[in-house]
């Protein structure tokens, strides 16, 4: 069976940082490419970054660049994502997705980030 699950998440300040971590098991974890995506009450689930096999291939949304990090580690199957500088608008609840193609990809249940004074 497999299993995705985020934690991490919480209630921080303006200006402070998390970092998320999405643990994995029952896939083959070296073969997934990873991914964070988050969605905002109200808005559509958006793409906040992702790391393909190898981490040799990054990518992130405009908004996050500089202040966000996701980094693997297959010896843990897990994949984290460091959170800097966080803004109110970075609010959400965020879902950890790993693919492996188009036809397979599995979802974590999510973990709440609010950021708020």
């Known amino acids: 069976q497999v299993r995705v699950e985020e934690s991490g998440g919480g209630l921080v300040q303006p200006g402070g940082s998390l970092r998320l971590s999405c643990t994995t098991s029952g896939l083959l974890f070296s073969l997934y490419d990873m991914a964070w995506y988050r969605q905002a009450p109200g808005k559509q689930r958006e793409l906040v970054a992702r790391i393909n096999i190898d981490g040799g291939k990054i990518d992130y949304t405009e908004s996050v660049k500089g202040r966000f990090t996701i980094t693997r580690n297959g010896a843990q199957k897990a994949v984290y994502l460091q959170m800097t500088a966080l803004k109110p608008e970075d609010t959400a609840v965020y879902y950890c997705?790993?693919?492996?193609?188009?036809?397979?990809?599995?979802w974590g249940q999510g973990t709440q980030v609010t950021v708020s004074s």
């Open positions: 997705n790993a693919r492996l193609n188009v036809a397979v990809e599995h």
